[in-house]
């Protein structure tokens, strides 16, 4: 029943008034530190976060879950009453609002909030939920009662559910099921050890994935063994010092933070083991059969097919990235290309392509929001307008609030943007729900609140925050998940926004993206942040080619990841351990050899987060380069096709399936050649250009 949350105009408008960004208040507002209200009245008392008066102190957490505890005895007697005069589908939905209210809160409050008691409450509430989640996940009377809702398409009364609302029962029931309760007892209890196995397994390898490693001095190189830091006596390996100019700490880098973990690669089998016998268990050949029913790619062999077919077209155009990478590696080393130097080569020739160092120093963050406001403007007409916050609506001082208004009216939601580095804070870019929108009973719709989480720059003095093009993109990609949530406008909080299937959440975001770095905005929008010079019109084009520069290596390697993610959650049991399995396919799918002793797959997170799902990255990314090339190519500020786009999709949130968003959108049933040829259309017009340039 709760499902995690973890998770426009014309183009030649730009040619002419340079100077609008240096005066844009979005710009002059992120160039500066946030501000918050001002009290003259010591007897004002602060509100809480979030502007949520009953969330005021670490001690509120342990209200509300007692609050909660009491809405949710009280929904589940509506639900089972048979004089409920509701349809059941809206009882449930408020349940799940009421869940996923304080449950999506605690989420972000136990890992974002930098202060240990709110932590300490908020991991202790969000456990037991999780517990009260658990307990209503196996309620076979709640089952079965929603189970003949749905079965019927009827309700009380003899009211018929509509196609949303049986869109909103057929999850539910899903959520009902992940937990085994459509099983007899014998093959429940099974499930039921399976799944908490899997947990067990999946808290052990996302809690280590990304740990350092503790190397006894013997076993580094001596040229190199200076450059890491020690700890108590061991060399300690944090990271694979990918952008290091010396090979030989990229090396040592690299085969000591990729090195094989018996631990690990135990815990990475049993819990791909366990999600196997679950899937079984449940009626499933596989566990990748289970975790792809409902995607646009619905059976494991559609999967394996347009990833493998995927790859072998883009062999041809990743191998002249590899001829590049080498042609580079020959002018700075007499040794061959090799693994651990394709972070490195393939961001100096980046560089190269730009003719400067980098151009951070026009990209400032106030900079990148405003020309940000002007793309969501243009496409959507919303404005984002920084709010200054009042005592204790924020959780640290460097916290922006951003209101999201609507040209049709009114504010659709608040954006609280956390935006700087800082101790101890998460070091993933990520979008969290605080709270869904919906359709009240009293028409009025209840607005979400998001938070988009980056890791950038702090101001310095009079320097504002710089990007570098990475952070740009990763700050449009995050905002394209933010929008998403505003534009949803859905009757039910359980399909709003960024609740939707996996293989469409990224789209959005990814779209986005594609504005990171045009052209036009980049000539309008950039300036240096002393100077007040524009950015060069030269670099404003070389970075709107920059996207699709080395593509095909980098997709080839989502290819790689993706394969490995289906492999390993297909037909069991394996004929290979797990590093025996990627390796082979690391020979077999990519364009370099795997370093021997390494087991890159330790680090790979998203066998955890995504499980037989990882392909819904490309798949989103192809609809995105669909919906960019049909709809906004042409004229990529187009208000008719931004409102299309709206309406189409993006409002939709998650209360229709991918394939129905797509339909909605293009007016045809997507194919997996037509998400072949999406990528590669898209992979393929970089390689056209330099052979033109030729």
Known sequence: ??????????????????????????????????????????????????????????????????????????????????????????????????????????????????????????????????????????????????????????????????????????????????????????????????????LNLSTFFLQNCHEPVFVESNNVSSSVGNIFPRQDGKVVVAGLYADSDREEVRQEGFRLFLSANPKMEEALGSMIANRHRLATVAGFSSYSERANRGMLLETPAAVSHFLETLSTRLRPLA???????????????????????????????????????????????????????????????????????????????????????????????????????????LLHDCHFTIRCGRLLPSGSYQSPIVVVHLNLPRPMGSTPSLLSTGMVENLFHEFGHAIHSMLARTRFQHVAGTRCATDFAEVPSQFLEYYAFLPSLLKEFMRHHSTNEPLPDSVADSLGRSRKFLAASEMQLQVLYSLLDQRLHGVHPLDKSISAVADELHDSFYFLPHAPGTAWHLRFSHLVSYGARYHAYLVSKAVAAMLWKRQFARDPLSRASGERYRSQMLQHGGQFSTDKLVNFMFGQTVTSQDLINALMDEVGQFYEEREQER
């Open 1 to 198: 029943m709760l499902r995690s949350t973890l998770t426009h105009g014309y183009c030649s408008r730009f040619l002419h008034h340079r100077s609008v960004s240096t005066l844009h208040p979005l710009a002059i507002a992120f160039n500066a530190k946030p501000k918050q209200k001002l009290r003259h009245s010591f007897s004002f008392a602060k509100v809480g976060l979030f502007a949520n008066e009953r969330v005021k102190s670490a001690e509120d957490l342990y209200l509300a879950e007692s609050r909660l505890t009491s809405d949710i005895e009280l929904l589940v007697r509506e639900a089972l009453a048979p004089t409920r005069t509701r349809k059941l589908v809206h009882v449930f939905d408020d349940l799940s609002d009421s869940i996923c209210r304080v449950a999506d809160l605690t989420e972000f409050l136990r890992i974002a909030h930098p202060n240990q008691k709110y932590i300490s409450a908020a991991e202790e509430v969000h456990g037991r939920i999780a517990e009260q989640v658990e307990q209503l996940n196996t309620n076979l009377d709640l089952y079965r009662c929603l189970k003949s809702v749905f079965d019927q398409k009827r309700d009380k009364n003899d009211e018929t559910l509509d196609e949303v609302e049986c869109r909103v029962a057929e999850l539910l029931l899903f959520d009902f099921e992940q937990s085994g309760i459509h099983l007899d007892a014998e093959r429940r209890s099974k499930f039921i050890a399976y799944n908490n196995n899997v």
């Open 319 to 425: 191998d002249r990235d590899l001829a590049r990478m080498r042609a580079y590696k020959s002018q700075v080393s007499s040794k061959p290309l090799a693994i651990w130097d394709v972070p490195y080569i393939t961001a100096r020739l980046k560089a190269e392509r730009l003719k400067m160092t980098s151009p951070a120093a026009y990209l400032s963050l106030g900079n990148c929001m405003a020309a940000l406001d002007h793309v969501l403007g243009a496409l959507f007409g919303l404005h984002l307008r920084v709010e200054e916050t009042l005592p204790g609506e924020i959780w640290h001082e460097d916290v922006y609030k951003v209101a999201v208004h609507d040209d049709k009216g009114g504010v659709l939601g608040v954006v609280y943007c956390d935006f700087f580095q800082r101790a101890h804070k």
